[in-house]
């Protein structure tokens, strides 16, 4: 008997995993995941891998693409909606931004303002984000910054200005300038720990006194990210 795993093609086999193993539960971010091609998104040469569930190397940076569990996790823990303001700190490939574009906006090819601000340090990835972005058809939507994102952006802002935050590099504390630009009730994910193991951190803004706030944290699984290297994190 033919099982069903072998007759679908990689991208359904890996969301039929995903779904499994609990970490796909809700059906936007499977639209999303099945609406952008991670092989659009991987280094030349890895599209053959682009569904295996690893993080896969980008070029000679000593980066990567984060492992698609690793992704759906982050996506499902953010609660996205139409309509978020959301920034990301660790472009990489463009893919997890593509993704959030997808959720954030129904109609993202035809937006014109970019609901997704994402942030890189590495200039050669700040290229390929672009290039990917804009295969994807996510230029308008997605605006993609060089510069040390553990600033924010526009960096050293007080203003608070997005609804999600998702930091996909491992910090060694949450950068008090990413506190500041979330919005109340705004949502930031980030790795916080020593290289190379961090605890994923869910944390939301809640307001403690009158336009005094906090952040509610949550502890949500031990994780492996590279370090988020900048001003208001590891020093390189
Ligand atoms: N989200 C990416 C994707 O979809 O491909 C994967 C991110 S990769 C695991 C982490 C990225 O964070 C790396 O590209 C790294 O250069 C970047 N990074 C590290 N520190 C940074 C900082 N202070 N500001 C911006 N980017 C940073």
Known sequence: M??????????????????????????????????????????????????????????????????PHMVTIMLEEAELCQGLKVLEIGTGSGYNAALIAEIVSKRAKEIDQPLVVTIERNAKLV?????????????????????????GYPQESNEMIYDRIFVTAGAPFIPPFLEKQLKPEGIILVPVGEMPYQTLIKAKKVEIARKKYELKKQKLMGVMFVPLLGESAYQS
């Open 2 to 67: 033919v099982s069903v795993e072998t007759t679908l093609d990689p991208k359904a086999n890996l969301i039929e995993s995903l779904k499994r193993e609990g970490l796909l539960k809700s059906k936007t971010v499977e639209q999303a995941l099945l609406s952008i091609r991670r092989e659009d998104f991987v280094w030349p040469g890895y599209g053959g891998s682009a569904y295996f569930d690893e993080p896969l190397p980008l070029g000679d940076t000593g980066q990567t693409i984060s492992a």
């Open 127 to 151: 290229q390929f984000a672009k290039e990917n972005v804009k295969r994807a058809g996510f230029e308008k939507t997605v605006q993609v910054v060089e510069g040390d994102g553990s600033l």
